[in-house]
């Protein structure tokens, strides 16, 4: 459980990190579930943005978990 | 080592691993992924960041250390969405829209009653000068006294021959006319024809009764306002 609540609260550090925009539509995406056309239309962005957005979130979520 | 390959799938591989990928751009991913290490890695590794996130986001369901933060982004994203010039700009036009739906319409009456009057005004063609509209003018502008003779002709039973016999006018350049009406003008030639006829080949308009000499008049009227809507 300990380190559970670890992990938790590293993805939630490395979360805090991102720009809005980035931590909006991984969020939007991974907890809240809705698909690229809906995160697009919550945003009112292109679908296009939410994809490129989505992969800077990932690629700075994974590089600020593998360096916390 | 990337190929050219890899940088081609590079963008999708996100839409990939989310399973938002279709059709042809599907196959083509799922092609090279299946037989890239690489990019097998890649889908991987952001599959286990989402993975992360949501059981991270469990833990903190479960354990509020961080409560609201989905609700949080979701009502932030709200907010601003609903601060923003384009959201302003729809709930304005969603907000007018019954007015700019009744403008339209009101608009589209007026042009169209516009247009209606032009082709009214603009478009009225000279009446043919064989019509029953000329004919009836003719016979109405002929001064004195007024001849006319209304049979029917043999062969085809709906053909009528109308012939000014005489008149005090010069003779009218439209007269005779051999007319086939099928139409409501034929119900008036029929009914001048009646009320002219009377079995005998000429009748003269002052010669009738006052009463008759009055259908007759409204029969012409009739003739020539029916034609002038021709």
């Given at each position: 459980v300990l380190q559970e609540r670890e992990t938790a609260g590293r993805v939630w550090r490395a979360l805090d990190q991102l720009p809005f925009e980035q931590r909006a539509v991984i969020v939007l995406r991974e907890i809240v579930g809705l698909s690229y056309e809906e995160i697009a239309t919550s945003l009112n962005v292109a679908v296009g943005t939410v994809k490129s957005r989505l992969a800077r979130a990932r690629e700075t979520l994974r590089l600020s978990l593998v360096h916390q | 080592m990337i190929s050219a390959d890899c940088d081609s799938v590079r963008d999708d591989l996100d839409a990939f691993a989310d399973g938002e990928l279709r059709g042809d751009e599907l196959r083509y991913v799922a092609q090279h992924v299946d037989s890239c290490l690489r990019c097998t890695?890649?889908?991987?590794?952001?599959?286990?960041?989402?993975?992360?996130?949501?059981?991270?986001?469990?833990?903190?369901?479960?354990?509020?250390?961080?409560?609201?933060?989905?609700?949080?982004?979701?009502?932030?994203?709200?907010?601003?969405?609903?601060?923003?010039?384009?959201?302003?700009?729809?709930?304005?036009?969603?907000?007018?829209?019954?007015?700019?739906?009744?403008?339209?319409?009101?608009?589209?009456?007026?042009?169209?009653?516009?247009?209606?009057?032009?082709?009214?005004?603009?478009?009225?063609?000279?009446?043919?000068?064989?019509?029953?509209?000329?004919?009836?003018?003719?016979?109405?502008?002929?001064?004195?006294?007024?001849?006319?003779?209304?049979s029917p002709q043999g062969g085809k039973s709906d053909e009528l021959v109308l012939v000014q016999l005489e008149t005090s006018a010069a003779p009218s350049p439209v007269l005779p006319n051999v007319l086939t009406r099928e139409d409501e003008e034929r119900g008036l030639v029929d009914a001048l024809a009646e009320t002219l006829g009377r079995g005998g080949p000429l009748v003269e308009l002052t010669s009738m009764s006052d009463a008759d000499r009055k259908k007759v008049e409204g029969l012409l009227d009739s003739i020539t306002r029916a034609n002038w809507r021709d």
């Open positions: - | 890695e890649e889908v991987e590794v952001r599959r286990s960041v989402g993975g992360l996130i949501r059981q991270s986001a469990s833990h903190w369901h479960r354990e509020p250390t961080h409560p609201g933060l989905a609700s949080g982004v979701v009502t932030r994203v709200r907010t601003e969405s609903s601060l923003s010039w384009r959201a302003m700009l729809n709930r304005a036009v969603e907000d007018w829209h019954w007015v700019i739906v009744g403008g339209g319409a009101v608009t589209a009456t007026f042009v169209s009653t516009l247009l209606c009057t032009s082709l009214v005004i603009l478009g009225a063609t000279k009446p043919r000068a064989d019509s029953l509209s000329a004919l009836g003018t003719s016979l109405k502008a002929s001064p004195g006294a007024m001849y006319a003779e209304v």
